[in-house]
């Protein structure tokens, strides 16, 4: 610790607090020195030489001198490999059960003393000395993992481990969760340990709140995923290739994942960019359906203060045919910071506001933390001492729990990974359902304490039940956020079962979408921050790791955005799936008017359009679900082998039917595009571009350029408030279509999932229904 981080820590949180992280961060540091010794000399290990192998369901084991490694191609196409023993489970990325073996995949000699498994879409090689390599049906090699290597201290503990690996020259890297410099990611390193930036974050900030060992890669050769499931802090380090010109060698793109202990397992999918999102879905699990009302405006502020302030805003909206649909309060409304407590001077009747709000078409929404005050009479801490034997609260290794310094001072932090504390915390959703909220957001759940120096979570050495097997927080740390998100959502659904529970979360790993959804936290004022948004959600949704909900804070989390930034970032969130305002207790107010006429009537026409989009997201959201296709997704999404899509990072497509192009710096009123394939229409002016190819487009300060697909069929509500067909015309000879799953309400109702066509026929639009008739009102646009 030095001077500037004491006084960094105490201009944060305060002196009497700052100075309360000091003693923190000290504790912290004395706990891990008593109970996680150094790890002193080291045997370095290889897997050696082959020395034979045995057939199993969907492959089976090959032996090396000094390893062995298990290989199995399951249904639906995903294959399985693990180190020393390491088996499919226990996973917290997985769904469940690990999908069954592929009975048709076998173990079989391949070529130079190696073995080989060949499934439908992938051939696993293994050579002599270990390395992995992954080959498309026709033979050509999309990865080739080298041989890994151990660090195992010789007095005993857990290896650390790296796997190298290579990829085609000309691959593209994405995923690792969320990260504020993609979507692409370039030459550099990753670390993997989910972290609170301290206030702010922007675009060279690494490591962010959700990390990910997920890298989705694309290439000529092909599309690949590759998962290593496992949870202990690591670092990825990524080179990207270098064709070589005219005769030069090529130098292939190179990943390097180090892992500081725990199994060396990895699973991998191929195929098309849909394909690959489609295995990975199946494996960890479908995305949750957020509520019909949670694909509206939302609007939130750290400090709105009292009831007659919520009732302002609302009114503001209203006032000013202003669409919204969600209001969320911050942690400024509980009593002294604490959980599952409101601040009765200042909300005197929650819910009678909440019934009042809901019948104006607003829902409330509320934050949660982990962090429990630890003082007696606390009614959360008193009850949590009573869970199970021990409580429910992570301890050290000497017993004694876990403190540290959060928002409401001193606290404990619930062991999510003990099922017994999941069953406890869920039902304490019962007083937020109580209070009149229809959903939750996690925060501060990565998690954190405030440090006056150093990593701002727990002691490394905390112990965590991990579901009855014992561990500490080393392996817990990176799925601390996503086991609240499953105590949080599973309490919401025995609680209320007859709806779906909306939930999104600040921190979380992979698997997070079987829960609900998360968003880029306290990004920084600026055009960086704006640019870093859209990087997040399309890295994770935050759609490429399979979280498909995801969104901003619009402006920026804390400082004061200008006009013209403020409504750039609304109208790129007004095309995300969580579209909602948030701002720090100082940054002022974040409703359109506060920013001018302008502002005001260009964050209507934005609103009011997402309005009329709501049918297309409540299809893209059941899609989400059955599918895996990400809401948001990268230009190349149907395209992968084009190479100046891969490269295109500042737009995308909305399902299949828009291209959004956001405009990311100031000052712009005409930017350039690159298109994907076929015909495309401004949705605005009406003017037609031809695809692929970079064009350049208008984007006044009133718009944002978006383009609808020739032949798109898109779900809108019409002028009557009723569903209605968008159909763009498609080109002769070229039909489109459409998907369309209509709201069957808030509940888990079934759905039909309705599929349309479109043809021109001489000068006119033909729409057909498969399997049944068209029966609401079709609009066609672009003739």
């Not at 390893?67 to 995903?78: D, F, K, N, P, T």
């Not at 979570?457 to 112990?463: D, N, T």
Request: aromatic share 8%; proline share 8%.
């Amino acid at each position: 610790m030095n001077g500037r981080d004491l006084v960094r820590s105490v201009k944060l949180v305060g002196a009497k607090r700052g100075l309360r992280t000091v003693r923190s961060a000290w504790r912290r540091a004395r706990a891990d020195a008593r109970a996680l010794p150094g790890r002193g000399a080291e045997r370095a290990r290889v897997p050696g030489a082959v020395t034979g192998a045995e057939p199993g369901p969907g492959g089976g084991v090959v032996r090396f001198a000094r390893s062995e490694l298990r290989i199995r191609v399951a249904v639906g196409g995903a294959v399985f490999w693990g180190w020393d023993g390491a088996e499919p489970g226990p996973s917290y990325a997985v769904d469940g059960e690990a999908p069954a073996a592929d009975p048709r995949a076998v173990l079989e000699p391949g070529t130079d003393g190696g073995w080989q498994v060949v499934a439908e879409r992938l051939t696993v090689a293994v050579s002599r000395h270990g390395a992995v390599e992954l080959r498309t049906p026709g033979g050509v090699v999309l990865r080739r993992e080298s041989p890994p290597r151990w660090w195992e201290p010789v007095a005993g503990g857990d290896a650390r481990w790296v796997q190298r690996s290579e990829v085609p020259a000309d691959a593209r890297f994405f995923g690792l969760g969320g990260r504020a410099a993609g979507p692409r990611l370039r030459t550099g390193s990753y670390a993997l340990w989910n972290t609170d930036p301290g206030g702010r974050f922007g675009p060279g900030d690494d490591p962010p709140y959700l990390t990910m060992p997920v890298q989705l890669v694309v290439a000529d050769a092909g599309t690949h995923l590759v998962f290593y499931d496992n949870s202990w802090s690591g670092r990825v380090s990524l080179q990207e290739g270098k064709e070589g010109a005219g005769s030069g060698h090529d130098r292939p793109g190179a990943s390097e994942v180090r892992v500081d202990g725990g199994p060396l397992r990895c699973w991998a999918v191929a195929g098309t960019p849909a394909r690959v999102l489609a295995g990975w879905s199946a494996l960890t699990g479908a995305a949750a359906v957020p509520p019909s009302w949670a694909l509206g405006p939302q609007h939130a502020r750290w400090g709105f203060g009292s009831e007659r302030e919520v009732r302002r805003v609302v009114a503001g909206y209203r006032e000013r045919g202003l669409p919204l649909s969600v209001l969320h309060l911050d942690i400024d409304h509980y009593d002294a910071h604490r959980v599952f407590t409101v601040d009765r001077g200042r909300l005197p009747d929650l819910p009678g506001l909440a019934a009042e709000l809901r019948e104006a078409g607003v829902r409330l929404v509320s934050i949660v933390d982990p962090a429990v005050a630890a003082a007696r009479g606390n009614a959360v801490y008193d009850s949590g001492r009573a869970v199970g034997p021990s409580g429910a609260f992570v301890r050290d290794a000497r017993g004694r729990e876990v403190r540290g310094e959060v928002w409401p001072g001193e606290c404990v932090y619930p062991d999510f990974t003990d099922p017994g504390v999941r069953e406890w915390w869920g039902g304490l959703y019962a007083e937020r359902l109580a209070q009149g909220f229809s959903g939750v957001w996690h925060d501060m759940n990565e998690p954190v304490s405030f440090v006056a120096f150093g990593d701002p979570s727990l002691p490394r050495s905390a112990r965590h039940a991990l579901e009855g097997r014992g561990g500490d927080h080393r392996e817990a740390h990176n799925v601390y956020g996503l086991a609240m998100a499953r105590a949080g959502y599973e309490g919401l659904a025995r609680l209320r079962p007859e709806e779906r529970p909306f939930l999104f979360s600040r921190s979380g790993w992979a698997g997070m979408q079987r829960y609900g959804g998360t968003w880029s936290g306290d990004v920084v004022v600026g055009w960086p921050g704006l640019r870093a948004t859209l990087a997040l959600v399309l890295g994770l949704g935050l759609g490429l790791c399979g979280v498909p909900y995801s969104g901003p804070d619009v402006g920026g989390f804390d400082g004061s955005p200008s006009p013209e930034l403020y409504l750039r970032w609304f109208q790129l969130a007004a095309y995300l799936p969580l579209f909602r305002t948030h701002s720090a207790i100082d940054a002022g107010r974040r409703e359109p008017w506060e920013f001018g006429a302008e502002v005001l009537a260009g964050a209507r026409d934005v609103l009011v359009e997402r309005e009329r989009l709501r049918p297309y997201w409540v299809t893209l959201a059941r899609l989400a679900a059955l599918t895996g296709a990400p809401y948001v997704r990268p230009l190349w999404w149907a395209s992968p082998g084009d190479r100046g899509l891969r490269d295109c990072e500042d737009a995308f497509l909305l399902g299949d039917a828009l291209l959004v192009a956001p405009v990311l710096e100031p000052g712009v009123v005409r930017r350039a595009v690159r298109l994907p394939p076929g015909r495309w229409y401004d949705t605005a002016s009406g003017a037609v571009y031809e695809g692929p190819g970079r064009v350049v487009v208008e984007a006044p300060l009133s718009r944002v350029p978006v383009l609808a697909r020739a032949g798109a069929v898109i779900p809108v509500r019409g002028a009557d408030g009723g569903p209605e067909l968008e159909v763009w015309a498609p080109v002769a000879g070229r039909p489109g279509g459409g998907t369309v799953v209509r709201d069957a309400g808030d509940g888990w109702e079934p759905v039909e999932v309705e599929r349309y066509t479109s043809r021109l026929e001489g000068e006119r639009v033909v729409v057909e229904r498969d399997g049944g008739v068209v029966d609401c009102p079709v609009r066609v646009r672009g003739v």
